[in-house]
Structure formats: C-alpha cells, structure tokens
C-alpha cells in the first residue's frame, strides 16, 4: 500500500474525533484494511480481541453502560456479522448506544453469491432500524459514521455501518463542497427537555390528589438518584425499581421496595399491587402482569423518549424530559405533607422482605444456597466494585439478595436476558477501569455458553490491570434451572433431563490451567472465606460453588401463589426426583405465607 491516506485511516480518525478509545471485535478479510489502519495509528483507538463476535458486540453495550460512551464493534462480512446480531439485540432492547462497523465482500461481487456474501442491510434491517447504512463511496464514510453515532446517542441504540472491503483501500478523499456530497462534523449534544409547565402543574395535582403513592424507578433516573429519594420523602411514596433500574436506588432505605417482576420482591409486589397512584420514572419494564390493574391507580410517568409515555400502562399524564430536571421542577411545585399511615405500611413490608431474604438463604438445601452465596457476595463487595450478573437463575438471586453498595455499578442483558453475556460485560468494565475490582455473577449454563471461552481472553490481557481483581462466581448446579423451573411453573412439566442437564465442568480447574486461581466450595460455611481469598487474590479468580437446582424460582405473592398447583404438578410427575424441590417449594411458600399472605394487602 502507498503513503496516502486510505479510506480506512480516515475511518479510525474519525472514530477518534468521536472519543472512541475501544473497539471491541474479531479480525476477517473484510474489514483487514480497517485493522490495519488501526495498527497504523499505533493501535488507537485500542483493539480488543473477543473469542466471538457475539462475545464482542456484548462488550460493546456493556462499555457503553458502565458509562465509556458510544459502544463500537467491528466484525468482517458473512459468519462475522451474524454474529453480532445477539449483542446488537442487546442494545436494542435496553436502549444502548452501540455502533457496527461491519466489512463486506468487494462491490464487484456483490449480487454474484459470491463467498461469505449476504444482503448485510437486510440483516440489519430490524436491529439497526434507526440507522444502517451500506456506504458506496469514499465521500459517503464520514457522513456515515457521523450520523451513525449522532443516532445511536440520539435514540440510544444500536446503529450500523457497513463498508466493503475494496472500498476501505481506496484514498481517503478531502472535504469538497459540490453537489451530491455532504460534508458533516463529528458533533453531538445532549438536548435539555422539560415538559410543558401544564403537563407539569397536571402531574402535580394528580400525585397531590394519591394516598398511596407508588414510584416505579428504571434506568432512566441514572443521573436522577437523589430527585428519586427527595421526591419519594415528599409524597410518602415507596420506590419499586425494573431490574435496569436497581443500580439506581438505595436499596438500604426503608421504603426501597426492590425489584418488581416475577424475579422481584415481596414488598414491591406489594407496593405496585396496592398503590393508588402510580409515577413512572425512566422505566420500559415489560412486566406489565406485575403493574397496578388497569383503573387500580391513576398514573404519570416521565421518559426522556416520548415513544415511551403510556406504553405499558395506562397514565393520565406524560412528561416527556430529562428524568433529573423534570422530578426538580415537580419538586418545586409539590408541597410537603405529613407521611400519613401507607408509608408506614411500605416499610413493614420492606423489612420483612429482608427477613425473608435473610429467612431463605439460610434454608438448608443440598450443597450451598444460591441466594446464600449472593447475599454473602454482597458483604464482600468493595466500595469501588463493579459487577456483571450472567442471564438465568443468577438474575433472581441478583434481584432479590444483592444489595449494592452506592456507587457500585451492576449490569446485566436485561430484556433480551441472553445468556453468555456475563463474562464480556465484565471485561468490558475492567478495560474501561482497570483500577476497580470486577465480580461477574454466573450461572453454569451461561459460562458454558461463552463464559468458559472468554477466560481465556481475560488470562490473556489481566497482567496489564492496574488492579488484577476479577472474580468470576459460577454457581455450578450442572442444571439449566431456570428453564427447568420454567417447566414446572408455564407448562406443569417435570423437568425433562436431555434438555436440562449440563456436562460436568471443572471451572476452578480450568482457571488454574489459565494461569488464574481457581476456589471451589461445596459446604455454605466455606463462603465467607472463599469471597474474602477471590477479594484479596493477586490475580483473577474463578470461585466456583456447588449450589442445589432446586432452589425455587417462586415469582412474589400473590402472583407465586397462583403458581404452585402448576409447580406441584411438575415435580410430582418426577416421583422421587422431585421429592427435594417439592419440599423447598413448600418451605418458601410457606415462608412467604406467613410474612406476607396469600394476598395483595
């Protein structure tokens, strides 16, 4: 290649006017001349090797969540690009700001079925809707890759570039102003939104008028935390979080209610399920079945994205802004009141959630307790951790017995919920600050899925952390036990081995082998000092811990008291086999029916 600028190195100068300082991905012929541009400008932005791409594109929404920005992926045409679709969905679905930079075939060949050629734009079509984009000409790469991030910011999610191979070789062309090409800048920011002052005096008098108030809080409040709790103290209000939203709440406050959902609390269950006003706050939680009935509670809700107001309840009023600057103008108009008697009735049931949790993960069951192995995971926890929590049972345990403390980040592929995805997003956070602890929260099924692979990615860069702590927690039951739990509670089925079973696998034995330090427990009272040890190691850690499958995954009352007949039925036509789970599951109904009650109140 000569001297000259290709259209490549224009790609990677671009990417760094945009602040990128990571791109996640895997090398292929199709995007080699982009890598090589890459190596040019001495590996800046920094190049992160995955195992997969869809390990990659993981990544690349988790760097983007931990707060590095705009997520960048790149992947060469063919296998390479579908395999990003998982990752890419994750984005989507969680309202992530990631951009594709995917190679293609030369455009010689294109229309030819030729090798590895696929109609990539068509491929893309749904998970990259805001924007794709198969660019043609060395002009068109620039404005591309702009509007590509200042869409991804704008709508927050995934958005795709594609650039064929021969194109990446031409010479990179200088800005011209002349009809047919369009010259843009790498510029984006953050609009300030408030409501209209109408909308905002109409909330006003709808929560003024609430007795029971309720707060559903999502990851929208992230830069909204202290309104939350201001505002929740000004109406007497509890605060339920979506499971994006938990990292955002203090969830040592008393009237903190946890996690809403079938994998959430009893006391936000109990919140939602008898409040008389509702206010959504930057939440798109799909578990609707879990909201107030429809005309139980007269509702708001603030969302910075106007596509969201009224979406998965019915509210009276929408408040279309910026979650922090629209709660400080509510709090301006709201008078204070005296709390009144619900208040006291939301923290009663907040501390005997807590008994309850404390109650169950003390259960004696075979091998160590899940919920015991997080709970005590959460004693641990240093002030300046982040954590990944891996898709499957993990999440529950997660939802309902990790309390983090404030400022500890924590994020998981939440409305995809794909497994695997546990170990990249904690690489991603530790690339992004290696001074930090990392702890990614793991299933089995999910570390046989992808996690297994990327250890080796993390035995390959950990030398190089400031701070060589990473401990990957992987609760070994050798069951897909959500799915098997799932069985019992949708369908009534007995847990159906061929499907549910998972091949043995040595996962402290493997790190070990790694050149990492690899902890195995089996008896609960080897968990205190095995969090200490993987907390103090000088070098990543795989604890693995052998916990019993058949822990229950009992959705909150009332809504699990509607499903134990089914459970029941399940784990009867297991005979014997499903004699233990049958006597866990009685114990946590049990459990839950004398704190709680069958009912809503």
């Not at 594709?100 to 749904?126: N, W």
């Not at 983090?404 to 690339?431: D, E, F, I, Q, W």
Request: proline content about 8%; hydrophobic content about 40%.
């Amino acid at each position: 290649m000569s001297e000259q600028q290709l259209v490549a190195d224009s790609m990677v100068e671009r990417l760094r006017l945009w602040g990128v300082e990571r791109i996640f991905g895997y090398s292929g012929d199709g995007i080699n001349t982009f890598l090589g541009a890459l190596r040019r400008a001495g590996n800046r932005p920094e190049f992160v090797q995955a195992r997969h791409e869809e390990n990659a594109a993981f990544m690349a929404v988790a760097h983007a969540k931990y707060g590095g920005g705009v997520g960048v992926v790149t992947a060469t045409q063919g296998p390479g690009a579908v395999h990003l679709l998982n990752g890419l969905y994750d984005a989507k679905l969680d309202s992530v700001p990631v951009v594709a930079i995917v190679g293609q075939q030369e455009r010689t060949v294109l229309g030819s079925q030729y090798q590895q050629e696929i109609d990539l734009p068509t491929l893309f079509h749904d998970v990259a809707a805001q924007f794709c984009q198969q660019v043609s000409t060395p002009e068109q790469v620039p404005m591309a890759l702009d509007r590509a991030f200042r869409t991804a910011l704008a709508t927050r999610s995934p958005c795709v570039v594609i650039v064929p191979h021969d194109l990446q070789q031409e010479p990179a062309p200088e800005p011209t102003q002349e009809h047919g090409v369009v010259v843009t800048a790498p510029q984006w920011n953050r609009p300030r939104v408030l409501p209209q002052p109408d909308d905002l005096q109409a909330a006003v008098s709808l929560l003024q008028d609430g007795s029971r108030v309720a707060l559903l809080v999502g990851q929208g409040a992230r830069q909204a935390q202290q309104q939350v709790v201001d505002l929740a103290r000004r109406l007497g209000a509890g605060i339920a979080t979506s499971l994006l939203g938990k990292p955002y709440v203090d969830e040592s406050l008393p009237f903190a209610c946890g996690v809403m959902g079938h994998l959430g609390t009893p006391a936000s269950g109990f919140l939602l399920g008898s409040c008389d006003t509702l206010l959504i706050v930057g939440s798109n939680d799909p578990w609707t079945e879990f909201y107030p009935p429809p005309g139980a509670a007269r509702a708001v809700q603030i969302d910075l994205d106007g596509r969201n107001i009224g979406n998965r309840y019915p509210i009276e009023v929408g408040l279309v802004g910026d979650a922090a600057e629209t709660l400080d103008a509510l709090l301006d108009l709201l008078p204070v009141r005296e709390p009144g008697n619900w208040i006291q009735q939301v923290e009663d049931r907040v501390r005997a959630g807590r008994d309850l949790a404390r109650e169950r993960a003390a259960t004696p069951v075979h091998g160590v307790n899940p919920e015991l192995v997080v709970q005590e995971m959460g004693g641990h926890l240093p002030a300046d951790a982040q954590v990944a929590v891996d898709v499957g049972s993990s999440v529950y345990w997660y939802a309902r017995q990790l309390r983090l403390p404030r400022g500890v980040p924590a994020h998981l592929s939440s409305t995809l919920a794909s497994m695997g995805c546990g170990v990249p997003y904690g690489l991603a956070a530790k690339l992004m600050a290696p001074q930090r602890p990392v702890v990614v929260l793991s299933g089995d099924g999910a570390m046989q899925m992808a996690g297994v692979a990327e250890l080796i990615t993390v035995s390959r860069l950990w030398r190089k952390w400031e701070d060589p702590r990473f401990v990957v927690c992987v609760l070994n039951n050798r069951d897909l036990a959500e799915v098997s739990w799932e069985q019992h509670e949708m369908e009534g089925d007995p847990r159906f081995q061929p499907s549910q079973e998972l091949p043995n696998f040595p996962y402290s034995k493997y790190a070990d082998l790694l050149g990492l330090r690899g902890l195995e427990v089996t008896e609960p009272g080897g968990l205190p000092a095995a969090w200490a040890l993987a907390l103090s190691s000088d070098r990543p850690v795989v604890l693995e811990v052998a916990s019993d499958p058949d822990v229950p995954l009992l959705p909150p009352f009332p809504a699990g008291a509607a499903k134990l007949e089914s459970m029941r039925q399940g784990l009867a036509q297991q005979g014997p086999g499903g004699e233990h789970a049958r006597q866990l599951l009685d114990t946590y109904a049990e459990q839950e029916e004398r704190l709680f009650g069958s009912g809503r109140s």
